[in-house]
Nanobody, 127 residues
Framework: QLSLVESGGGLVQPGGSLRLSCSASGFGLADYAIGWFRQAPGKEREGVSCITVDGTTFYAESVKGRFTISRDSAKITVYLQMNSLKPDDTAVYYC?????????????????????WGRGTQVTVSS
């Protein structure tokens, strides 16, 4: 079982940028689909982005064109670059790992396949 750790959250002004990182201590992530989910107070958890084993990426409509998910060359860390941040992006962001090589857009919205979750990192967008 992976112990996922997110980092990179914080307070940023509207229009600003943050880069979130997701890594698993002592383990590479090459064989895992990685998803980023977020949950704002009083709202349901929602899928933000995911990257499959073969590098296919999916994005929620609300973040398309602003967020970019990627893996580092060693496939140890997965990043979520967030640009043009809006107050509506305020939430706790979680990364999750699924040990499968499917390329299925349902990985974006369905948390079921994900077996390992991080504890989350807070992102606050406010002036």
């Amino acid at each position: 079982q992976l112990s996922l750790v997110e980092s990179g959250g914080g307070l940023v002004q509207p229009g600003g940028s943050l880069r979130l990182s997701c890594s698993a201590s002592g383990f590479g992530l090459a064989d895992y689909a990685i998803g980023w989910f977020r949950q704002a107070p009083g709202k349901e958890r929602e899928g933000v982005s995911c990257i499959t084993v073969d590098g296919t990426t999916f994005y929620a409509e609300s973040v398309k064109g602003r967020f970019t998910i990627s893996r580092d060359s060693a496939k140890i860390t997965v990043y979520l670059q967030m640009n043009s941040l809006k107050p509506d992006d305020t939430a706790v962001y979680y990364c999750a790992a699924a040990y499968l090589d499917d390329t299925d857009e349902r990985l974006l919205t369905n948390p079921g396949p994900y077996d390992d979750w991080g504890r989350g990192t807070q992102v606050t967008v406010s002036s």
